[in-house]
């Protein structure tokens, strides 16, 4: 199968040989640490390393997809914050100091935000991905401007300043938009399939549906422009408020966590005749212990109920098995070669979900609190 066509092709949504087993959303995983000796924090700060360990989860558990970078600290910290990279392969990056903390209005991006912290060292990696592996799909991400501004100014700070000083927000929003931009188009000239911007800031039970046209709809309708690429969103927590915003921006994909029904979702593109396609949503729960039995079922129920491009439903848990990984895929695979894709098919002409299997609700993960890695047996 030619991945990157048939990724571009879902993407577009066009015919596929199957649907893809390309969790879009970051995978960086111990046990890739483990076999490539690419562990944190060297493979946030050296490009081959990055790549080695983003080449991992393709390598030995088959996602039809190269996942770079691994944290969320990135444009912040090329915005003047001190980030502190730890060193445990199960922590990732946090931002400590801001030169914006409580100060909104001093919000402001530097001339050469660019070539500043860690961007051109993702843009490298990039690189050597894409010479090293011509045929496989290469997905960059970056942070959406609502939460870029919620880590730079504090996010408390930030929720009351919606009430009290709202067009500040909306001015500071446009300026981490114009950071995000620069990072859109740095990506441009490189030859990616995919990326994933990660607004978490944005859900629900964050930033109030009703505030979502004031303060984020122009801006990340204005980055979706801007991209050269196949863009996707992705929203942590439960987004079935935000959908009718979510799906109707302008990106090529909107991912969401497993608490989401995809076939709600899927009637909901359907009504607003949207383009983006659905993203996900495996869940992170199932994939960090193992439990192949439900990722297996949940496989099979995100592909029956329409879900356009298969993945995890957040950035997959560092403690996560390989094994996990590659059970997603083969689910992926088992679901064609038992023909159960005339299910899926026939779902998409009439939107009548009626799987043979009972509708069990996945858990739901807080994977931030997933700091210990599980010790497992070597085979």
């Not at 199932?286 to 356009?308: V, Y």
């Not at 491009?309 to 679901?335: F, H, N, Q």
């Amino acid at each position: 199968m030619d991945l990157i066509k048939n990724l571009e092709n879902a993407f577009a949504g066009k015919e596929v040989e199957k649907v893809p087993a390309a969790s879009i959303v970051s995978v960086a995983l111990v046990e890739g640490m483990e076999k490539t000796g690419a562990g944190f924090p060297e493979s946030h700060t050296n490009a081959e390393k990055m790549l080695q360990l983003g080449e991992s989860a393709h390598k030995y558990a088959g996602v039809e997809s190269i996942n770079l970078p691994f944290d969320l600290a990135i444009e912040a910290e090329a915005l003047g914050c001190t980030v502190d990279l730890r060193d445990a392969n199960e922590h990732i990056p946090e931002i400590t100091e801001s030169p914006f903390f409580d100060d909104i209005e001093s919000v402001d991006l530097c001339d050469d935000f660019l070539s500043n912290g860690r961007i051109p060292v993702v843009a490298e990696a990039v690189a050597l991905g894409r010479e090293k592996y011509p045929d496989i799909p290469m997905v960059a991400g970056q942070i959406g401007p609502f939460t870029l501004l919620g880590q730079i100014v504090g996010i408390e700070y930030l929720m009351r300043c919606l009430a009290t000083h709202p067009e500040e927000v909306k001015t500071a929003v446009e300026i981490c938009a114009d950071a995000v931009i620069e990072v859109v188009k740095a990506y441009n000239t490189l030859d990616i399939q995919g990326d994933c911007m990660y607004e978490p800031s944005i859900a629900a039970d964050l930033l109030p549906p009703e505030m979502f046209d004031d303060f984020v709809t122009a801006p990340l309708e204005r980055i979706a422009k801007a991209a050269d690429f196949n863009m996707v969103l992705h929203v942590c927590g439960d987004t079935t408020p935000i959908l009718n915003h979510t799906l109707d921006l302008g990106y090529n994909g909107f991912s969401f966590e497993d608490c989401v029904n995809v076939k709600e979702a899927n009637k909901i593109k359907y009504n607003l005749n949207s383009n983006t396609q659905l993203v996900g949503n495996v869940a992170t729960d199932s994939l960090f212990h193992g439990k192949m039995d439900s990722i297996r079922e949940e496989t099979f129920r995100a592909l029956d109920n329409g879900i356009d491009i298969l993945g995890s439903s957040c950035c997959v848990p560092p403690g996560t098995p390989l094994k996990a990984m590659e059970c997603m895929v083969k689910a992926r695979d088992e679901y064609y070669e038992k023909g159960m894709d005339s299910k899926r098919e026939q779902n998409e002409l009439n939107l009548s979900w009626k799987p043979d299997y009972s509708e069990i609700i996945p858990p739901v993960a807080n994977i931030h609190a997933m700091t210990s890695v599980r010790k497992r047996s070597r085979i």
